[in-house]
C-alpha cells in the first residue's frame, strides 16, 4: 500500500511569548492567551527561509531512514512564504537533498493546506508507479501584520513526508478532500502580509471545510472518530481544533499528541502536517490516526492513516532526527524588537 | 387620524448569516409578516424600510426601490421608502407606516427592518456605527460608539450608586431572554462572572455589555384598525407614535447620564396613549449597551435616577418582574443588526401581546417599544395594546 516512508521535522529555536507581543500592541495579554490557547510561537532566524525549513525537514526524513535520494522522483513543497514569486523553493529542496536531475518538482499554494496536497500528489505519483518515492513538505515563515491578530500565532517551521509503496512506517488507507471557493483569508500578489474575514474564517472556513472532509472520509471508509487512536487537525490556535474534534466526536486524549500549537504556534502549511509528524512520534504499530488539513480560500484534505510495525524496525530509526517534542524544548526567547529584526520587519532603507 | 393596527409580524433569525445576502434576509423577513397577517403582496400600498448603512455594509444604496424589486412589487409600482435615522432607522420605519395608515393616505403598510452587517471586517464596521455620532467632532477625535456609551456609564457611576456587577446584572438577564428566543443570536445563560471576566472594551463596558454585530431583517404590516378584522381575530392596536431629537454629539448635551430624547419621546407616547408607566406590562428598550437599558428604564420614567441598576439585580426586569425589560433578549442576546431592531422590538411585543411567546411569555396586554439612534439623537418610542 502507499503510504508514509518516513518523515522529518524542523522547527527553528527561537521563540516570542504572546504577552510580549501583546505588550507592545497594548492589548490584553490574557485575553489573548486564552482566547487563542497559544502561549508562544516559533520565529525564524535572519538567515532562516521557507527554503531552509523545507531542506532541513527533508533531511531529517532521510537521517531517519535510508533511501536512494536518487529514487526520489518528485518533490513538492507547500507554502504561503516561498523565497520567490518566480522560482522553485522545490529545486532547492531537490538540490540539497541529491534528489536532481531526475525529478519533478513544483511548489505548492493552498494557504495553509498545500503541502497536504502536495502528500495526495505524491500518492498518485507512486501509487500509479510512475514515481518510486516522492517527498511532498509544508513549510513556512508565515506572515502575520504587525498589530493584527494573526500575527500572535504566525510561526514559522515545516515537515516532510517521503512517500512510497510497500514498506511503509504507516499505510494511507485513503484521503478526500472537501474544496470550495471561499475568501476567507487572502494575500493578494506584491502584499506583504495576508488579510482575512476575521469571524468569516470561522464557521464558513474552517469548521465547514474540517467537518466536510473529515464527514466525507467517515462515509467512505465506513468509520467514525471511535475507529481511530489519533486524532490531527489543522490548529490555527488551540480552540479550532478542538473544538472541532469536539463536533466531530474525538476526544482530547485523540488529539492530545498532535496538538502541537500552543507552544508552536500556527505554522500555516507546516501545522497540520508537523501534527501528524507529533503524533507518528509516538504512535505504535497498527495505531490508527486521522488527519484532517484546512486550506483558507478554502478546502480540507483528509487521510486515513494505519502505522505499520516497520515504525518499529530496524528499516526505520526514529530517533535518528529529533521528535517535535524535543524541537520545542530549550527555546531562545526573543523580546518584541529582535523578533521584528528576525522576521524583517524593521525596514532599514526603502 | 384614523387608528392604527399591527396584523402580521416576521423575523429572521439574527446571527451571522454568512450564505445569506441582505436582499435575502429582507425578503425572508417580509414573506414571514405576509404570511402571519394572512395577505399577498398584490394588496401592499407601500414600504418604509428602516436601514442605516447599506451603501457601507453592503455598498448598496437605493434600499426602498431594491426591496420593493426583490420583493416582487415591481411591477405593482408601489410606493417603497428608505427610512435612516442610525440604530433608530427601525422604529422610525414603523412610525412613518403608523403616521400613512393614520392619515389616510394608505391603508395596507409593510415596515420593515434589515442590517447586513458581516460582510466587512469589525473593524470597518464600528467606523460605519461611529457615523451615527458626530462624525466631526466625535469621530474625528477618535470616539466609537463603546467609548460613548463608557463615557455616560462612567459619568453615570460617578453620580449614582450603580455598582459593576448590577451593570452586568443587566447582560445576564437578557441572555437569559434570549435563551429563549428561538431568534436570538445569543441563546446561552451566563452569569455575572461571564461578563466581569469578559474582554476589556472601553473601560468600564466589557465585551459582555455590548450587543453584538448582527445581520437580520424584520417586518410588519400595519393597517386601519377599522379594517384589521378583515386579516386577523388578534390585530394589534398601536395607542402611541413619539419620535424625539436631541443634540448629536454627547458633549453638547444637558446632561450625558440622561437621554433627554428618550424622556421627550415618552412623554409624548404616554400623553397620546393616556397611559402612565404603571400601565405598561413590558418594555422592549434599547441595550446597545447595558448602560442604555440602566439609562433607557429610568429616562422612561420606570423608577427614579440611580434606581434601575439596584432594580435589575433585584430582578424587577425579568420576565417574571414588576416590569419586564428586553423579553427578546434585547440587542445585547437577540442581537442588534441596527436597521432592523427597531421593528424586531414591535414584532417581539405583538408577539408578547398575542401570547405567542412560548417559553418566555409574560402576562401583558399593554407593551412599550424604545429605539435609539447613536447616543439618543433620535429616539422613537410605541406603545402597543393587545
Same mark, same amino acid.
Given at each position: 500500500?502507499?503510504?508514509?516512508?518516513?518523515?522529518?521535522?524542523?522547527?527553528?529555536?527561537?521563540?516570542?511569548?504572546?504577552?510580549?507581543?501583546?505588550?507592545?500592541?497594548?492589548?490584553?495579554?490574557?485575553?489573548?492567551?486564552?482566547?487563542?490557547? +497559544?502561549?508562544?510561537? !516559533?520565529? $525564524?532566524?535572519?538567515?532562516?527561509? &521557507? *527554503?531552509?525549513?523545507?531542506? @532541513? #525537514?527533508?533531511? =531529517?526524513?532521510?537521517?531517519?531512514?535510508?533511501?536512494?535520494?536518487?529514487?526520489?522522483?518528485?518533490?513538492? +513543497?507547500?507554502?504561503? !512564504?516561498? $523565497?520567490?514569486?518566480?522560482?522553485? &523553493? *522545490?529545486?532547492?529542496?531537490? @538540490? #540539497?537533498?541529491? =534528489?536532481?536531475p531526475n525529478m519533478t518538482a513544483a511548489d505548492y499554494e493552498f494557504a495553509c493546506k498545500a503541502g497536504t496536497a502536495g502528500l495526495q500528489t505524491?500518492?498518485?505519483?507512486?501509487?500509479?508507479?510512475?514515481?518510486?518515492?516522492?517527498?511532498?513538505?509544508?513549510?513556512?515563515?508565515?506572515?502575520?501584520?504587525?498589530?493584527?491578530?494573526?500575527?500572535?500565532?504566525?510561526?514559522?517551521?515545516?515537515?516532510?513526508?517521503?512517500?512510497?509503496?510497500?514498506?511503509?512506517?504507516?499505510?494511507?488507507?485513503?484521503?478526500?478532500?472537501?474544496?470550495?471557493?471561499?475568501?476567507?483569508?487572502?494575500?493578494?500578489?506584491?502584499?506583504?502580509?495576508?488579510?482575512?474575514?476575521?469571524?468569516?474564517?470561522?464557521?464558513?472556513?474552517?469548521?465547514?471545510?474540517?467537518?466536510?472532509?473529515?464527514?466525507?472520509?467517515?462515509?467512505?471508509?465506513?468509520?467514525?472518530?471511535?475507529?481511530?487512536?489519533?486524532?490531527?487537525?489543522?490548529?490555527?490556535?488551540?480552540?479550532?481544533?478542538?473544538?472541532?474534534?469536539?463536533?466531530?466526536?474525538?476526544?482530547?486524549?485523540?488529539?492530545?499528541?498532535?496538538?502541537?500549537?500552543?507552544?508552536?504556534?500556527?505554522?500555516?502549511?507546516?501545522?497540520?502536517?508537523?501534527?501528524?509528524?507529533?503524533t507518528l512520534d509516538v504512535a505504535k504499530p497498527d495505531e490508527r490516526i486521522f488527519v484532517t488539513s484546512f486550506g483558507s480560500g478554502a478546502g480540507?484534505?483528509?487521510?486515513?492513516?494505519?502505522?505499520?510495525?516497520?515504525?518499529?524496525?530496524?528499516?526505520?530509526?526514529?530517533?535518528?532526527?529529533?521528535?517535535?517534542?524535543?524541537?520545542?524544548?530549550?527555546?531562545?526567547?526573543?523580546?518584541?524588537?529582535?523578533?521584528?529584526?528576525?522576521?524583517?520587519?524593521?525596514?532599514?532603507?526603502? | 387620524?384614523?387608528?392604527?393596527?399591527?396584523?402580521?409580524?416576521?423575523?429572521?433569525?439574527?446571527?451571522?448569516?454568512?450564505?445569506?445576502?441582505?436582499?435575502?434576509?429582507?425578503?425572508?423577513?417580509?414573506?414571514?409578516?405576509?404570511?402571519?397577517?394572512?395577505?399577498?403582496?398584490?394588496?401592499?400600498?407601500?414600504?418604509?424600510?428602516?436601514?442605516?448603512?447599506?451603501?457601507?455594509?453592503?455598498?448598496?444604496?437605493?434600499?426602498?426601490?431594491?426591496?420593493?424589486?426583490?420583493?416582487?412589487?415591481?411591477?405593482?409600482?408601489?410606493?417603497?421608502?428608505?427610512?435612516?435615522?442610525?440604530?433608530?432607522?427601525?422604529?422610525?420605519?414603523?412610525?412613518?407606516?403608523?403616521?400613512?395608515?393614520?392619515?389616510?393616505?394608505?391603508?395596507?403598510?409593510?415596515?420593515?427592518?434589515?442590517?447586513?452587517?458581516?460582510?466587512?471586517?469589525?473593524?470597518?464596521?464600528?467606523?460605519?456605527?461611529?457615523?451615527?455620532?458626530?462624525?466631526?467632532?466625535?469621530?474625528?477625535?477618535?470616539?466609537?460608539?463603546?467609548?460613548?456609551?463608557?463615557?455616560?456609564?462612567?459619568?453615570?457611576?460617578?453620580?449614582?450608586?450603580?455598582?459593576?456587577?448590577?451593570?452586568?446584572?443587566?447582560?445576564?438577564?437578557?441572555?437569559?431572554?434570549?435563551?429563549?428566543?428561538?431568534?436570538?443570536?445569543?441563546?446561552?445563560?451566563?452569569?455575572?462572572?461571564?461578563?466581569?471576566?469578559?474582554?476589556?472594551?472601553?473601560?468600564?463596558?466589557?465585551?459582555?455589555?455590548?450587543?453584538?454585530?448582527?445581520?437580520?431583517?424584520?417586518?410588519?404590516?400595519?393597517?386601519?384598525?377599522?379594517?384589521?378584522?378583515?386579516?386577523?381575530?388578534?390585530?394589534?392596536?398601536?395607542?402611541?407614535?413619539?419620535?424625539?431629537?436631541?443634540?448629536?454629539?454627547?458633549?453638547?448635551?444637558?446632561?450625558?447620564?440622561?437621554?433627554?430624547?428618550?424622556?421627550?419621546?415618552?412623554?409624548?407616547?404616554?400623553?397620546?396613549?393616556?397611559?402612565?408607566?404603571?400601565?405598561?406590562?413590558?418594555?422592549?428598550?434599547?441595550?446597545?449597551?447595558?448602560?442604555?437599558?440602566?439609562?433607557?428604564?429610568?429616562?422612561?420614567?420606570?423608577?427614579?435616577?440611580?434606581?434601575?441598576?439596584?432594580?435589575?439585580?433585584?430582578?424587577?426586569?425579568?420576565?417574571?418582574?414588576?416590569?419586564?425589560?428586553?423579553?427578546?433578549?434585547?440587542?445585547?442576546?437577540?442581537?442588534?443588526?441596527?436597521?432592523?431592531?427597531?421593528i424586531k422590538q414591535i414584532c417581539e411585543v405583538v408577539t408578547q401581546l398575542r401570547g405567542d411567546a412560548g417559553a418566555r411569555q409574560v402576562d401583558?396586554?399593554?407593551?412599550?417599544?424604545?429605539?435609539?439612534?447613536?447616543?439618543?439623537?433620535?429616539?422613537?418610542?410605541?406603545?402597543?395594546?393587545?
Amino acid at each position: 500500500m502507499v503510504g508514509i516512508y518516513s518523515y522529518g521535522v524542523y522547527i527553528p529555536r527561537y521563540r516570542i511569548k504572546v504577552p510580549e507581543i501583546a505588550r507592545v500592541w497594548g492589548a490584553n495579554a490574557d485575553d489573548i492567551t486564552r482566547g487563542l490557547g +497559544v502561549f508562544e510561537k !516559533s520565529v $525564524p532566524d535572519l538567515d532562516e527561509d &521557507t *527554503a531552509t525549513i523545507a531542506v @532541513e #525537514a527533508a533531511r =531529517a526524513a532521510l537521517r531517519r531512514r535510508k533511501i536512494d535520494t536518487g529514487a526520489i522522483g518528485a518533490v513538492y +513543497v507547500g507554502s504561503e !512564504s516561498h $523565497p520567490y514569486a518566480v522560482k522553485p &523553493t *522545490a529545486c532547492t529542496v531537490g @538540490e #540539497a537533498i541529491g =534528489a536532481t536531475p531526475n525529478m519533478t518538482a513544483a511548489d505548492y499554494e493552498f494557504a495553509c493546506k498545500a503541502g497536504t496536497a502536495g502528500l495526495q500528489t505524491c500518492m498518485g505519483l507512486v501509487r500509479s508507479k510512475m514515481i518510486p518515492f516522492g517527498i511532498a513538505i509544508g513549510a513556512d515563515v508565515a506572515q502575520g501584520a504587525p498589530g493584527d491578530a494573526l500575527e500572535y500565532t504566525a510561526a514559522a517551521g515545516g515537515a516532510a513526508f517521503v512517500v512510497g509503496e510497500g514498506e511503509t512506517i504507516a499505510d494511507i488507507n485513503r484521503t478526500c478532500s472537501f474544496t470550495t471557493d471561499t475568501p476567507d483569508f487572502w494575500r493578494r500578489e506584491g502584499q506583504s502580509y495576508p488579510r482575512h474575514g476575521g469571524r468569516f474564517t470561522g464557521d464558513p472556513g474552517y469548521f465547514k471545510h474540517v467537518q466536510g472532509a473529515a464527514r466525507l472520509m467517515f462515509d467512505a471508509m465506513g468509520t467514525g472518530p471511535k475507529d481511530y487512536d489519533y486524532a490531527v487537525f489543522h490548529q490555527p490556535n488551540a480552540k479550532f481544533p478542538q473544538r472541532v474534534a469536539k463536533m466531530l466526536g474525538f476526544t482530547d486524549a485523540q488529539i492530545r499528541p498532535g496538538l502541537v500549537v500552543p507552544k508552536l504556534g500556527n505554522t500555516y502549511s507546516g501545522s497540520s502536517m508537523i501534527g501528524l509528524a507529533a503524533t507518528l512520534d509516538v504512535a505504535k504499530p497498527d495505531e490508527r490516526i486521522f488527519v484532517t488539513s484546512f486550506g483558507s480560500g478554502a478546502g480540507s484534505d483528509a487521510f486515513d492513516i494505519t502505522v505499520t510495525d516497520v515504525i518499529e524496525s530496524e528499516a526505520f530509526d526514529r530517533a535518528a532526527a529529533p521528535a517535535v517534542e524535543k524541537l520545542l524544548a530549550n527555546p531562545i526567547y526573543l523580546d518584541y524588537a529582535l523578533y521584528a529584526k528576525h522576521k524583517g520587519k524593521i525596514v532599514m532603507q526603502k | 387620524m384614523r387608528d392604527v393596527a399591527v396584523i402580521g409580524v416576521g423575523c429572521t433569525e439574527f446571527g451571522e448569516h454568512w450564505s445569506t445576502s441582505f436582499r435575502d434576509l429582507f425578503v425572508t423577513a417580509g414573506a414571514l409578516a405576509l404570511e402571519d397577517a394572512g395577505i399577498s403582496g398584490e394588496k401592499i400600498d407601500a414600504l418604509y424600510v428602516g436601514n442605516m448603512s447599506a451603501g457601507r455594509f453592503v455598498e448598496q444604496e437605493h434600499i426602498g426601490a431594491l426591496i420593493a424589486d426583490y420583493a416582487g412589487l415591481a411591477s405593482n409600482h408601489v410606493p417603497s421608502t428608505r427610512v435612516e435615522a442610525a440604530c433608530a432607522s427601525g422604529g422610525l420605519a414603523f412610525r412613518q407606516a403608523v403616521i400613512s395608515v393614520a392619515s389616510g393616505m394608505e391603508d395596507i403598510v409593510v415596515a420593515a427592518g434589515v442590517e447586513k452587517m458581516t460582510d466587512v471586517g469589525t473593524g470597518a464596521s464600528v467606523d460605519m456605527l461611529a457615523s451615527a455620532a458626530d462624525r466631526e467632532w466625535e469621530g474625528f477625535a477618535g470616539a466609537t460608539f463603546p467609548g460613548l456609551y463608557a463615557m455616560i456609564a462612567n459619568d453615570y457611576m460617578h453620580r449614582y450608586p450603580l455598582t459593576r456587577e448590577q451593570l452586568a446584572a443587566v447582560a445576564v438577564k437578557n441572555h437569559e431572554n434570549g435563551a429563549k428566543n428561538p431568534i436570538a443570536q445569543f441563546r446561552n445563560r451566563i452569569t455575572i462572572d461571564t461578563v466581569l471576566s469578559s474582554s476589556m472594551v472601553a473601560d468600564p463596558l466589557r465585551l459582555f455589555d455590548c450587543s453584538p454585530i448582527t445581520d437580520g431583517a424584520a417586518a410588519v404590516v400595519v393597517v386601519p384598525l377599522e379594517r384589521a378584522r378583515e386579516f386577523t381575530d388578534s390585530p394589534v392596536r398601536v395607542l402611541a407614535s413619539a419620535q424625539a431629537s436631541d443634540t448629536i454629539a454627547l458633549h453638547d448635551r444637558r446632561d450625558i447620564s440622561t437621554l433627554d430624547a428618550t424622556v421627550a419621546a415618552g412623554k409624548r407616547a404616554f400623553a397620546q396613549a393616556g397611559l402612565a408607566q404603571k400601565d405598561i406590562d413590558l418594555v422592549e428598550v434599547h441595550d446597545c449597551f447595558t448602560i442604555a437599558e440602566i439609562c433607557a428604564i429610568e429616562d422612561l420614567g420606570f423608577c427614579k435616577k440611580g434606581e434601575a441598576g439596584r432594580l435589575t439585580a433585584e430582578g424587577a426586569t425579568a420576565l417574571n418582574g414588576d416590569i419586564p425589560v428586553n423579553t427578546s433578549g434585547g440587542l445585547k442576546a437577540c442581537g442588534h443588526p441596527v436597521g432592523a431592531t427597531g421593528i424586531k422590538q414591535i414584532c417581539e411585543v405583538v408577539t408578547q401581546l398575542r401570547g405567542d411567546a412560548g417559553a418566555r411569555q409574560v402576562d401583558a396586554e399593554i407593551g412599550m417599544t424604545h429605539n435609539v439612534g447613536g447616543t439618543g439623537a433620535t429616539v422613537v418610542v410605541h406603545i402597543l395594546g393587545a
